[in-house]
Nanobody, 126 residues
Framework: QVQLVESGGGLVQAGGSLRVSCAASGRTFSTYVMGWFRQAPGKEREFVAAISRSGKDTYYVDSVKGRFTISRDNAKNTVYLRMSSLKPEDTAIYYC???????????????????WGQGTQVTVSS
């Protein structure tokens, strides 16, 4: 079992940057593909980014490519999402999640993830 706790959300002006983190419990963190999702008010939860177990491969939704960077530190059981050039439409609750998929490229949907954090609010003001 994996428990995930996000942190680092907050209020930031458009064009600014923010890094959110997700700390995982347990000794098996490195065996999971990790992903970030977000859910804005009145909208469905959407995939944002995923990272392979080793951290070498990453995947992004088109709307954040070039602005967001997912990374992980397996020694610290932590996955990060660095967000820059933030836009008001990035406002959402951001969730991290863990998938047992062997290949991160197959973990681009929420249904591929079994463990979820409680989320952290990111608000981008215009």
């Amino acid at each position: 079992q994996v428990q995930l706790v996000e942190s680092g959300g907050g209020l930031v002006q458009a064009g600014g940057s923010l890094r959110v983190s997700c700390a995982a419990s347990g000794r098996t963190f490195s065996t999971y593909v990790m992903g970030w999702f977000r859910q804005a008010p009145g909208k469905e939860r959407e995939f944002v980014a995923a990272i392979s177990r080793s951290g070498k491969d990453t995947y992004y939704v088109d709307s954040v490519k070039g602005r967001f960077t997912i990374s992980r530190d397996n020694a610290k059981n932590t996955v990060y999402l660095r967000m820059s050039s933030l836009k008001p439409e990035d406002t959402a609750i951001y969730y991290c999640a863990a998938s047992s998929r062997a290949w991160a490229g197959a973990a681009l949907k929420s249904s591929e993830y079994y463990y979820w954090g409680q989320g952290t609010q990111v608000t981008v003001s215009s």
